[in-house]
């Protein structure tokens, strides 16, 4: 038996060894760690256990049988982050170039089958050159496999991919069916097609990066929603946003003792925000005001930045929080921030996270552009996400909020379960200006001083129609309170929706619009 006992420490050595000391180096050099470097930084220390460790493909024909490496590229397992189990799979570009063929192919399955059936988060640390080409039609079937594996486990348990080298071709689609996508600068890049292709089709020359590189995802496309210059703070992040995120669609996020208080004033918030509704402020400083210390997490920061949103903690509990951002485009809803919002919104329903809207929008952009682009529908997406969440929903009015944009960022008459507003608030279809000369326009015409009964007017209508308790007066916004209690009024609201039950008609899923 110590003969075998032996024999396995040997080949366990050599399979946490890897393919040997030059691919590593090749590795070293682009700037990238090590697969098992990866999964240490990611998982907590010693709590890796591995899944196949031994699994070896069995493929002829290209000299393929003449190498054959322990975990043929692809490192499977599960451990914690903070105590809590996650599943991962890892490519290893030291071996095939992390290329995928049916014995790879064959472990990702079956660790995301575990993930599925554990009900506990999965990620996967993307290094692969896609489809192993010498194992033709069967590599890409087991593409398949993940695809259909990530559709069934989408809203059932947390699914984030970690981008740490190439990914192209089909490859790529299944990190865009997951719920996040993390990149790192210079090292890894995603495309359907190379810039070679790119090129022999098209004629336009464009390097990796440019074509596909981390910042491209996170500030043009969209399919990025976090970008970092090292494998080091990328992998961080993702355990910071795994501590927000619960195990699976059947718990609630973990809650964290807080040591600010609930009832804590936020009295910077009056003079944060201006009164006059033209002059732009950055959002971001009301939602630091009103988060535990301070302390939130922007999803999709570089992209859509007219729209902000974030995870945050509030007394301890996760809450998403959508909010318009006037430093951006005034704030106003576009295709890329209806997108957005709304796949951050059916994120949060999902995994039973109270939405927090904080509102101050002019409208949707208008334009020959949005209405050639799709606006209409677009902007159906986030009013349906909205309507179709039946997490605890909150809306607060900061400033304006007109016309259909008003309704779609979760508004009472669509369901939010309360909507509160500050003394500055304006709800209107459109703003007094732009009513008064609509409503008016004859009467101003036929002025001796067009521009003064201009002024006349809109004060009128501001008067009769946009004063702060307009909407409270019907009903329409449950009540005003001084900004400074925002913070306890959110808290103590949110206490009183945790047990908040929903019924919605049977049916198999709903036609959201595409």
Not at 61 to 82: I, S
Not at 407 to 435: C, F, H, K, R
Request: hydrophobic share 40%; aromatic share 6%; glycine share 10%.
């Amino acid at each position: 038996m110590r003969s075998h006992v032996e024999e396995l420490a040997g080949i366990r050595r050599s399979v946490l060894a890897g393919p040997g000391e030059k691919a590593t180096e090749a590795q070293k050099a682009k700037g990238k760690l090590t697969v098992r470097e990866r999964i240490g930084l990611l998982l907590d220390e010693g709590s890796f256990h591995e899944v196949e460790s031994l699994r070896r493909h069995r493929a002829s024909g290209f000299g393929l049988e003449a190498k054959r490496p322990y975990t043929d590229g692809v490192v499977t397992g599960w451990g914690t982050v903070e105590g809590r189990t996650v599943f991962v799979y890892a490519h290893d570009f030291r071996i095939f170039g992390g290329a995928l063929g049916e014995a790879h192919a064959a472990k990702i399955h079956k660790i995301m089958d575990m993930a599925i059936a554990a009900g506990a988060p999965l990620v996967s640390l993307n290094d692969g050159a896609g489809a192993r080409i010498q194992e033709g039609v069967t590599a890409l079937a087991g593409y398949g496999g993940i695809f259909r594996r990530n559709t069934a486990a989408s809203g059932v348990i947390p699914q984030i991919s970690v981008m740490l080298g190439p990914c192209a071709g089909g490859a790529a689609y299944s990190p865009a069916l997951t719920d996040f996508v993390f990149m790192v600068r210079e090292t890894s890049q995603m495309f359907i097609t190379g810039p070679d292709v790119v090129k022999a089709v098209t004629g336009e020359e464009i390097t990796q990066n440019g074509l596909g590189g981390a910042d491209v995802h996170a500030e043009t496309s969209g399919v990025c929603h976090f970008a970092y210059d090292d494998e080091e703070t990328c992998l961080e992040e993702v355990r910071y946003l795994l501590s927000l995120l619960p195990g699976n669609n059947r718990e609630t996020p973990p809650t964290v003792p807080c040591d600010d208080p609930a009832d804590r004033r936020c009295e910077t918030l009056a003079g944060l925000v201006p009164v006059d509704g033209n002059r732009p402020y950055d959002m971001t400083g009301v939602i630091e005001e009103i988060a535990d210390d301070g302390e939130y997490l922007e999803v999709h920061q570089r992209w859509a930045r007219n729209i902000i949103c974030a995870l945050a903690r509030l007394d301890g509990r996760v809450v998403g929080i959508v909010a318009n951002q006037p430093q951006a485009l005034a704030g106003v809803l576009d295709i890329e921030a209806s997108e957005k919002a709304a796949r951050f919104v059916q994120m949060c329903d999902a995994f039973s996270i109270p939405i927090v809207t904080l509102l101050d929008v002019p409208g949707f952009l208008p334009g020959v552009g949005q209405e050639h682009g799709g606006i209409i529908r677009h902007g159906a997406k986030l009013l349906y996400a909205y309507c179709d969440a039946t997490v605890p929903r909150i809306s607060l009015i900061l400033r304006k909020a007109y016309g259909g944009a008003y309704i779609v960022m979760d508004s009472q008459s669509i369901g939010a379960d309360l909507t509160y507003a500050w003394p500055t608030n304006e709800i209107a279809v459109m703003g007094a200006e732009g009513a008064a000369n609509v409503i008016f326009r004859r009467q101003i015409a036929e002025a001796e001083d067009p521009e003064a009964k201009r002024a006349e007017l809109v004060k009128e209508y501001k008067a009769e129609l946009m004063h702060p308790y307009y909407a409270a007066e019907r009903g329409l916004v449950d009540d005003v309170i001084d900004p400074a209690d925002t913070r306890a009024v959110l808290i103590g609201a949110l206490a009183m929706l945790r047990t908040k039950h929903a019924e919605r008609p049977a049916r198999k899923h709903g036609n959201p619009p595409q």
